[in-house]
């Protein structure tokens, strides 16, 4: 089994910055891609960023320029840096991993979650 720990949200001012950090721990065979999802109240969770094994990124539109997606793979730990931030990046923050435990094929694991508010 894998588990997720994600820490760094909080309430900011419009402006300001946060980084998450989001820690994979657990019978981790292998770890492929990694990302960040949000979903703010009464919306679908979308996602944010998105960091493969080698590197290569994606970004939704709405925070590209603002935020960074970056990894350790020797710590199995996924960050986002989140600069300029707006009140729309209001939402609850979840971490996604993609891996093999030993003994398991490949999923999808969760984060708990990680509230981040931005106020105006």
């Known amino acids: 089994q894998v588990q997720l720990v994600e820490s760094g949200g909080g309430l900011v001012q419009a402006g300001g910055s946060l980084t998450l950090s989001c820690a994979a721990s657990?019978?981790?065979?292998?770890?492929?891609?990694m990302g960040w999802y949000r979903q703010a109240p009464g919306k679908q969770r979308e996602l944010v960023a998105r960091i493969t094994s080698e590197g290569s990124t994606n970004y939704a539109d709405s925070v590209k320029g603002r935020f960074t997606i970056s990894r350790d793979n020797a710590k199995n730990t996924v960050y986002l840096q989140m600069n300029s931030l707006k009140p729309e990046d209001t939402a609850v923050y979840y971490c996604?991993?993609?891996?093999?435990?030993w003994g398991a094929g490949w999923r999808n694991y969760w984060g708990q979650g990680t509230q981040v508010i931005v106020s105006s």
């Open positions: 996604n991993v993609e891996a093999r435990s």
């Open positions: 657990g019978s981790i065979a292998r770890v492929n891609a």
